[in-house]
């Protein structure tokens, strides 16, 4: 069924575990593992389950590195393989997806912003939302958060495949996934490419934001990381930094070409994934303090990163709310709670193209900038 490669075989694991398949298959690592959702971890000890192709895992990594490193906090990380998803996650949280967080106390978290609002409120130092008394970096925060959470994962989408086709073996589909002979032709009719065409991904100017960007600064909001930083990581860690040449699992098509297009981005993945977001001599080479800027002021440079938002992303989020709304109101969802009711679920669904996590998270930015 499948050609002989590890990225194939990895993925058949991985649905055969989350549908329940070889559950019995219980080693004696996903054991211990198990038995430590019973007990809360080692007092400050904080568990990451994660995969590095995770959109949301680089994001929450980086942030957790930071932590770790400015808090005391005991960190450690855990390949959500198979066997975990199965045995530990799914019975956790009844959820396969990634990163999942499991804190002091024991409880497991999924939602990458919910697990980071959790950690703030057990380790405050640090922090990585700025003071209230400064609504306009807390608002830049919160909009370029959600912009690489939700918005972000379109152009992901490109830089990740806009340049497959060609057939090469890093960039091939597992052989049950790939139905026409020819894998150019998968790609662009019933793959990825179709997809791109469907979300609407065309290019994107926002690595050449950034890029001009770190050119002043080292981070968004200046010599420190913040949510904002963090919120970006996500697609362009997993999707761009990471080199073929040092995953297996990588790229070296998108890589390649943010290492030669835009060396400060890359520069920002690994001081703020890879070194616990210190920022080393870029703060002092251009005479800045290592703290957010002074009197509540937010980089021109960033300016047109916002506009990104409230010109592409805005609609659509206004359109989606609108949507979702109307939706909520229908007899559709009456029906459809009743039914979920009657099977034994939590709640009845949500259609996907409403955006309903993203509009779930529309009302926290004003109650976060303490309006």
Known sequence: ????????????????????????????????????????????????????????????????????????????EVVASPAVVAEVLLPSTGSSDVPQVQLPDGRMLQDSKELIDAVELLYTEAPVM????????????????????????????????????????????????????????????LGVKRGMRVLGVTECTVLQILENHFGHHPFILGGRPSAADFGLLGPLYAHLYRDGAAFVTGDPVPGAMLRSDFPRVVAWCERLHDGGAIAGGTVSDLGLSQDWLPRDEVPETVLPLLQVFFCEMWPVLQSSCKKLEEYLRSPWFAVAAASAACLGHRGPSVPGSACHLTAWAVPEIPRACAW
């Open 1 to 76: 069924m499948l050609k002989g490669d590890g990225d194939a075989s990895c993925v058949l694991q991985w649905l055969l575990a989350v549908n329940g398949v070889g559950a019995k298959r219980r080693s004696e690592t996903t054991v211990k593992l198990e038995r430590s959702l019973d007990s809360p971890l080692a007092s400050g000890s904080i568990r990451l389950y994660s995969w590095q192709l995770s959109y949301f895992s680089g994001k929450v990594r980086g942030y957790l590195r930071y932590k770790a490193r400015l808090c005391n906090i005991g960190f450690d």
């Open 130 to 189: 700025p003071p209230l008394g400064c609504p306009r970096q807390r608002l830049a925060c919160q909009l370029i958060e959600l912009l690489g959470d939700e918005w972000l994962l379109v152009p992901a989408y490109h830089w990740r495949w806009a340049y497959s086709g060609d057939g090469s073996a890093s960039q091939r589909m597992p052989a049950f996934m790939r139905p026409l002979p020819n894998h150019r032709e998968h790609n662009q009719e």
